[in-house]
């Protein structure tokens, strides 16, 4: 199953732009709030059948947005690639290039000559849709840490009553790496009769503690911020970027594993051939590189979004939601064929929370394929190892639901 | 080899009062700068011999100090154990004990019945030996920021400066773990002919990229906090507690394997069944564990001293400062006895680096032994399983040179 070809990026979807979309109604979230009026932006590629039938979902991770594929009709500047992990570091991505670029698009693994593809900016954005640096009607500022804590069913049912406004009823596939992957999950659950088939990436139906440890520390990071003022920054003229900056770079290591580091960076010198005594200057590449993605990320990402959809994916546990704590009680009401896909060098979304996954979709009878790639970019993989999911992903949107249930391939 | 005994805790060095020395002569660094006056403070257990042929010389990591075992003659209010990840994560360290209480004292791993062990605090320290909070003899005022950078040489040579201070030429064992390691090993390259043995545990010859960038993010969370105001915080009533507790948590969570998280705290909620929608307070008791550690830490350690050490074990690579870049060349002068000592969890100082010093040993045809210990709790095991490195230890102290050619259990 895994075939070492070279990226399946033999066409493009082109020229896109992000469009927006006002829901009518508001939001009945999980805390107990109401939230509304709510703008979801989105990018569609690949032209809608007339029956409505071949409709994907991509959802994206905690530093995404809608721009999923193709070239950004106005590009910020900066390529949306390089929001998650180190997917940008060797250059391939193109200016204003969308973060899947390589996996959406016509023969690529969600082919846009025969799916009519939609991503979204998820609710608590800072990429269009309504998140803590929307104005909040009631006050005519910027919600702040007033914004409402969400969940990643708040998110689902967002997409869904936004699929509503589109017409769209029901979804041929929901897939996503990640946080992303969370949510393909979520609306499987959530909708068991309108999802056909979900794929799962680099994902977990409940992060372990130590990704809960990274993730607080990241927001920590953040909220110790003098800067951030309680959550209310904007327009204030200063904003949290030192702690945001800190929190990039610890999420950023735990996207990558301990040998890609090796092999990219060793530990190489990053002036002459001695070190310089210094201990406010980076004097190894990897301490360079490192500010290099804190730097970048807070130019373009808002750190009240970071907060509220990094506690998001922490609560994120199906078992806990659904199943009075057990995972297969949670997923009984299921109904899609579900494709998981792992990377052997994932420790932030390891392997063996996908096979958790597939152990209870087994236990109940339901169709499920779990692929585990050998590849060494840690989490980062989901972004990177275009080449190895394509085929994985192709055949099994293709398949017919009886033929689904086979065994995938399993790396001993 | 490995046996499942409880701690040998058997009997204790008493109460002990940390003393302190002046070094007669002003230091020559690394860097090039000269630093004095130096002060060392020190403690010792145990009794010298006539012929001062029993001092074992124990070297603490990043937060550690000269209280290495007993209790504190005037305890800190806080056991000094707690500076090392969860070393007290059980409460198993009593107020004011060393922290490494467990491994010396009467029938100990080192045997204060046999050995005279001398424990300092670092150049560069905060608890009580000359480092960026003491005061600059040039300006009246702590150093701060215009401390000079130092390195693990730095540290050692300090160190040998001290010993001669006391009279005491030759060092029948220097041991320590993670940075105490790396003195342990410069010992031996610097001071072959002085140093019998060394015992390395739980340490490196140079830090892996991955550590590097965990020490980074750490010293970058310091930093960037406002507060550090470039390093000169003392007296303005304001310290970088923010971002040096971040950093902790960083360090923390590196300290720890993820199965020891799992095991600890699992997923399981600070309050109540249910998640209570915050952002700013914890919900998972990991969650709020991290925060307990960053606060603890904070009240006991100076940010600039954990900026000034992180930076010297970060420079540490016996390859490029001795061997042209070859870890053998780098160690052809040794003729320590060397005993290596690794645990199967620990992500940041890994086995692989104890093996290829053991390597590069058996290719000289050093003395060499090297024991991979099979546990669960990551880094910190080197403060937790006593238990199993003291049979270890004793054997190896006990053996003559000819018997100690023989290559140690490895578990395969």
């Not at 992000?18 to 709510?38: M, S």
């Not at 391939?92 to 899947?100: E, F, Q, S």
Request: glycine letters at 12%; proline letters at 6%.
């Amino acid at each position: 199953m895994i075939t070492p070809v070279a990226p399946a990026r033999t066409a493009s979807v082109g020229t896109v732009e992000t469009r927006y979309l006002d829901l009518a109604e508001p939001a009945q979230l999980d805390c107990g709030r109401k939230l509304g009026p709510i703008r979801v932006a989105y990018e569609t590629y690949g032209a809608l059948s007339p029956e409505r039938d071949n409709v994907i979902l991509v959802c994206h991770a905690l530093s995404g947005d809608a721009h999923a594929a193709g070239l950004a009709k106005e590009p910020s500047g900066e390529s949306t690639r390089d929001g998650f992990g180190a997917a940008d570091r060797d250059g391939t991505a193109g200016r204003g290039l969308g973060w899947w670029d390589g996996m959406i698009g016509p023969g690529k693994a969600f082919d846009t000559d025969r799916y009519f593809v939609i991503a979204t900016n998820l609710l608590g954005g800072c990429r269009g849709s309504t998140g803590p640096s929307s104005i909040d009607p009631a006050t005519g500022r910027p919600y702040g840490a007033d914004f409402p804590v969400i969940t990643v069913a708040d998110m689902v049912r967002t997409q869904r009553a936004f699929l509503d406004a589109l017409g769209i009823e029901r979804l041929a596939a929901v897939a996503g790496g990640s946080l992303g992957g969370m949510q393909a999950l979520e609306w499987a659950v959530l909708f068991p009769e309108q999802v056909d088939a979900v794929v799962v990436i680099a994902s977990t139906h409940a992060l372990h503690p130590q990704g809960l440890a990274w993730n607080a520390i990241a927001r920590d990071a953040i909220m110790r911020d003098p800067a951030w003022q309680g959550g209310h920054y904007y327009g204030t003229g200063r904003a949290p970027d030192g702690g945001m900056g800190v929190g990039r770079m610890v999420g950023h290591v735990t996207y990558l594993s301990a040998p890609a580091l090796d092999d990219k960076f060793g530990r190489r010198l990053q002036f002459a051939d001695d070190v310089r005594y210094t201990i406010t200057e980076p004097e190894f590449e990897v301490e360079n590189y490192l500010r290099h993605q804190a730097d970048s990320f807070v130019r373009r990402f808002d750190a009240n979004t970071y907060l509220y959809l990094s506690r998001a994916l922490t609560y994120f546990d199906l078992g806990r939601q659904y199943g009075g704590g057990s995972l297969v009680r949670a997923l009984e009401g299921m109904s899609a064929r579900t494709l998981l896909i792992a990377f052997s060098s994932d420790w932030l979304y390891p392997p063996s929370a996908s096979e958790e996954i597939e152990d209870a979709l087994r236990t109940l009878g339901k169709p499920v394929e779990f692929h585990l790639i050998e590849a060494p970019y840690g989490h980062d993989c989901f972004l990177l190892e275009e080449a190895r999911q394509t085929p994985i992903i192709r055949q099994f949107l293709a398949h017919d639901r009886a033929g689904s249930r086979r065994r995938g391939k399993r790396p001993s």
